[in-house]
């Protein structure tokens, strides 16, 4: 028997109210916002409304994208942007008890002070303070501003890298490019809105829920690239395929998904696949320019390390991702030593002495790059981990998590260089001045990007919820 279409049909009176109220509610929610596709929509049921359509901003933002280099695993703040006098001072013996108790994530009780080996200097006008491990980051100390005194609730690495992703330790919300693409959308229709790169084949604690979209539509949820020479698998048509017959089965595709998806409207993931179809069919012809880097000269290249073995990989995703900014691509987010590679209970001289020089010129080469083409001044740059290191040993040659103080360097994107945020104690165990939470950092990231994060709210189940989950502030310091 041969129905009719679902949207032509009710099948009882709770359907007719159902899709009378949502109906109506829809188009009073299109009146209040504005919004011209949504009472398009209404006025024709067969309109889709694209989700990522760009959207205006509810403030004259200073940034319109951000990359995110996720340091994954927690890099040392003491080793690298907070140095501490006191801690070699007192290297070897126990932390003062005016320090009060300290709850360890690997439950390793009274261990000595680590001294730090590494050297610090001032750089820039503003005299911020550098490690030798990242002399190339120095260099741009005055575009850098440093929060030194950032707060986090996840002990271990699920819950941290959960939470400076999603604002909570406990999976199942939004990602933090999920929520900029919701509330912005996205100024490339041919390329993903929000991009994901990882530098190694291991997997990011947590997986893909750090780059989904929780009880949003799937269709705001993050497209992981591979870090290799191809960055999308499958972009090119396979051998004899024309662009005809590869049209019209693209076109008899999308016919038995629009005829599959009736009745089944609320099912977000089945949608998030046809427009996921869709758009790989125009990233066709878009896509291969994007990420084609032979395109590059070789200073540019060189710039970003491109030349060296060792910063060749995570050079090239710094590349890509000014590549993707620059075409209009909304949240980039880089994962360095993914796998939590910055971890390091013991032997943090070796570990991080390899880490930052395989990243260190790429992320230099990346800040250089955007200012030299004018991308700098809209283009919000976030380098940072899920939390810092304790100042007490592990294992004799390593520090433990450290989510009670820790640093974070932001630069552009309308952030004022050349300054520091926040303070910690003289250990560098706790922030104690400015303390800036997750939520805070989340609220002030929206708030560079022109949306007030107290108006961006996603009605989950009849729950209002925000980005900040109603705790976070924006901090305006940061603009100077």
Known sequence: MNRPPHHEILTSRRDFLKRGGGGFGALALASI???????????????SINP??????HLPGTAKRVIFLFMEGGPSHLDLCDPKPLLNQLAGKPLPQSFGSVITAMGEAG???LGTKRSFKQHGQGGQWFSDWIPNMAELADEWCVIKSCVAD?????????????????GGRPSLGSWVSYGLGTENQNLPAFVVLKDTDAQVVNGVRNWGSGFMPASYQGTLLDSGPQPFANLYPSKGMTPARQQSKLDFLSKLNQQHQQGREENTELDARIRSMELAYRMQATAPEAVDLSRESEATKKLYGMDQ??????????LLSRRLVERGVRFVQLYHGAGSKWDSHDKIEENHSHLCASMDKPVAGLIRDLKCRGLLEETLVIWGGEFGRTPMSEKGSGRDHNPTGF?????????????????????????IQDKLHVHD??????????????????????????????????FQKIQG
């Open 33 to 47: 916002l504005g919004d011209g596709n949504l009472l398009a929509a209404m006025g024709n049921p067969g309109t």
């Open 52 to 57: 990522l359509e760009p959207r205006v901003p």
């Open 111 to 113: 261990s000595p002070l």
């Open 154 to 170: 996840g002990i271990n690495h699920a819950g941290g890298v959960c939470q400076m992703n999603t604002g909570s330790i406990i």
């Open 309 to 318: 073995p060792h910063t060749e990989n995570f050079g090239r995703m710094c």
């Open 407 to 431: 640093s974070m360097m932001w630069a552009g994107g309308g952030v004022k260089g050349g300054q520091s945020i926040g303070q910690t104690d003289d250990l560098g165990l706790r922030a």
């Open 441 to 474: 950092l989340h609220a002030t990231i929206m708030h560079l990007l022109g949306v007030d994060h107290t108006r961006m709210i996603y009605q989950n189940k009849g729950r209002p919820e925000r980005i900040d989950q109603n705790e976070g502030h924006v």
